[in-house]
């Protein structure tokens, strides 16, 4: 599918069951990202510890190095599908996808490595959320 895109955008679809705090703050040094919440509520949470509550329907754009992170902390489970211009960070759901497929748990810290190996960054000061 990327071939037909010239690598300049990709996406996929993903679910976040009930109760996920979500991945490590972060920011992408080299890619836009866009949600469009197709189920449930997913919260959206910024740096001075305030968030956005992204309902189905709802199209959240985080743009480049835009400290980010997003959670599913209510009782339903909940989609969303996601781009990524240019395309080369759905490689690292690949990578997120072979773990599991082997049933290897996420170590936080190979995480961060295999984050980093497609230019997203920790974003170290995040306040916890309001």
């Known amino acids: 599918m990327l071939k037909n895109t010239d690598n300049r955008i990709s996406a996929g679809e993903f ?36 968030y956005v509550d992204g309902k189905e329907g709802d199209f959240i754009v985080v743009p480049t190095r835009a400290p980010h992170t997003f959670s599913n902390p209510f009782n339903e489970e909940a989609r969303f599908f996601n781009t990524f211009t240019p395309a080369h960070y759905i490689n690292y759901f690949k990578l997120l996808n072979a773990a599991a497929e082997e049933g290897k748990p996420l170590d936080p810290d190979i995480n961060i490595k295999n984050m980093a190996r497609y230019a997203t960054i920790p974003a170290k000061e995040f306040a916890k959320p309001t």
């Open 15 to 50: 679910t976040v069951p009930a109760g996920t705090t979500g991945p490590p703050p972060h920011w992408h040094e080299m890619h836009d990202e866009t949600f469009l919440v197709t189920k449930g509520t997913l919260r959206f949470h910024k740096p001075d510890g305030s």
